[in-house]
């Protein structure tokens, strides 16, 4: 079935560029997201790429698509103590839900 | 512009009592989806609803039940409520269609401890 791997931790200091890697296996994937977390909340939409894309940039994330290796990153350029979050992956299935991640906590300090 | 809605926040069962969770959405989105949030497991998917009068299970749906009561409304229910339900539920709902995006929008959880 469909996969989707991330490493569960990232330490960054403030002011650092952050770089979250994502890996799927489902190569059929039609959109590919990131979700953020805060503590106590629910998961927020931050941005997507559609799979014939190569890159997104969205002010200060970055989103780059290796469809080939089937390799998804996440940069967040000038990281902030307000990033810390946990970040999850997320693909589209052959039906209509998506499978998620088991999360990246990113901890930034100051 | 509520969006999601999640009833209650918060809920301490016993062992085999009953339950439950209850979710709408103001947004006239047609899917509806329950996930549970455990540490180190991610967001696992428990049921969903790709349209009114639908449902169907996704990865983990052993010992819960839904119920899509009408379009707004989702609700997720535990018969005998398990120590292994103790979790954090989030209801998510999404527009449809294959041609564009549709991210998920979540409602904030319920915690539910089982002791």
């Known amino acids: 079935g469909e996969d989707v791997e991330q490493s569960l931790f990232l330490s960054v200091r403030e002011g650092d560029s952050s770089v979250i890697n994502c890996t799927y296996t489902?190569?059929?994937?039609?959109?590919l997201y990131w979700y953020k977390q805060e503590p106590g909340a629910g998961l927020q939409l931050l941005t997507y790429?559609?799979?014939?894309?190569d890159m997104k940039q969205d002010q200060r994330l970055t989103v780059l698509l290796n469809k080939k290796d089937k390799h998804l990153s996440l940069r967040i350029a000038d990281t902030q103590t307000g990033d810390s979050a946990i970040y999850f992956c997320?693909?589209?299935?052959?039906?209509?839900?998506?499978?998620f991640g088991k999360g990246t906590t990113l901890s930034v300090s100051s | 512009n509520a969006g999601v809605t999640q009833t209650p926040k918060f809920q301490v069962l016993k062992t085999g009592q009953s339950m439950t969770l209850q979710c709408a959405q103001d947004?006239?989105?047609?899917?509806m989806y329950w996930y549970r949030q455990d540490p180190g497991m991610g967001l696992r998917l428990i049921y969903y609803?790709?349209?009114?009068?639908?449902?169907d299970k996704g990865e983990v749906p052993n010992g819960y039940n839904v119920s899509r009561l009408n379009k707004r409304e989702f609700s997720l229910r535990l018969e005998s409520a398990a120590p292994s339900q103790t979790s954090v539920y989030f209801c998510?709902?999404?527009?449809?269609?294959?041609?564009?995006?549709?991210?998920?929008?979540f409602g904030s959880g319920t915690r539910l401890t089982v002791v």
């Open positions: 998510a709902s999404s527009e449809e269609g294959w041609a564009e995006n549709y991210g998920y929008t």
């Open positions: 489902d190569s059929s994937s039609t959109y």
């Open positions: 790429i559609f799979s014939n894309m």
């Open positions: 997320a693909e589209r299935d052959a039906g209509t839900a998506l499978i």
């Open positions: 947004m006239n989105h047609n899917s």
């Open positions: 609803s790709a349209s009114e009068g639908t449902t």
